[in-house]
């Protein structure tokens, strides 16, 4: 059973960076697309980005382009999501998750499986 475990969020003020983690367990990373998304308070869920296994990224959010990039270790089962210039509007439980294929879907509706996510608060 792949599990997922998210680190990272935390406190931080406008214009500034973070770096969440997502460690994965149960199954070899390799094998999977993986991405992010991310729910606010009182607001539907809104993808952010995938990766698929050989690298390609697929952008899910007008609003993160280029401020958040993606990457993965699968030697370490691990995928980041690296978020740069932050605003009070990206405050919100980050979740990331994995789809059945190694590559992307075309939307963040297709990642299958999810972790409980990690809280980023952008705040001054």
């Known amino acids: 059973q792949l599990q997922l475990v998210e680190s990272g969020g935390g406190l931080v003020q406008p214009g500034g960076s973070l770096r969440l983690s997502c460690a994965t367990s149960g199954s070899s990373l390799d094998i999977y697309a993986i991405g992010w998304f991310r729910q606010a308070p009182g607001k539907e869920r809104e993808g952010v980005l995938c990766?698929?296994?050989?690298?390609?990224?697929?952008n899910y959010g007008d609003s993160m382009k280029g401020r958040f990039t993606i990457s993965r270790d699968d030697a370490k089962n691990t995928a980041y999501l690296q978020m740069n210039s932050l605003k009070p509007e990206d405050t919100a439980v980050y979740h990331c998750?994995?789809?059945?294929?190694?590559?992307?879907?075309?939307?963040?509706?297709?990642?299958?499986?999810w972790g409980e996510g990690t809280t980023v608060t952008v705040s001054s």
């Open positions: 990766i698929s296994s050989s690298g390609d990224t697929t």
């Open positions: 998750a994995v789809a059945p294929s190694r590559r992307c879907p075309r939307n963040y509706y297709g990642l299958s499986y």
